[in-house]
């Protein structure tokens, strides 16, 4: 199984972003679904969270600006990114629950990361 985040990039402050992450794999099925950031210097912080029913949930500073959604048919994740700010610089990692293999078995994958990097 992999992980494997796209999207990100060099944005100005107040600019948008679109981050993806797509699950590959022998997967049986994907559920609770991810987006973490890791700022220079500092430690891996979750950003926000979505069920395979859709449920979700954000970090407070990602509330209001950033929009976490899934398409469950192609196993993939998305962030949408609006109004950021250079303190949002980071990479934002991907996370998944997934259900693989033969006894079926369940596990957290991570994908390798994508920079996001916001200037003032």
């Known amino acids: 199984v992999q992980l494997v985040e796209s999207g990100g990039g060099l944005v100005q402050a107040g600019g948008s972003l679109r981050l993806s992450c797509v699950a590959s794999g022998s997967i049986f099925s994907v559920n609770t679904m991810a987006w973490y950031r890791q700022a220079p210097g500092k430690q891996r912080e979750l950003v926000s969270t979505?069920?395979?029913?859709?449920?979700?949930n954000y970090a407070e500073a990602a509330k209001g600006r950033f929009t976490i959604s899934r398409d469950n048919a192609k196993n993939t994740l998305y962030l949408q990114m609006s109004n950021l700010k250079p303190e949002d610089t980071a990479v934002y990692y991907c996370?998944?629950?997934?259900?693989?293999?033969?006894?079926?078995?369940?596990?957290?994958?991570w994908g390798k990361g994508t920079l996001v990097t916001v200037s003032s």
């Open positions: 996370n998944a629950e997934v259900v693989s293999g033969w006894p079926l078995k369940g596990m957290a994958y």
């Open positions: 979505i069920s395979r029913a859709g449920s979700t």
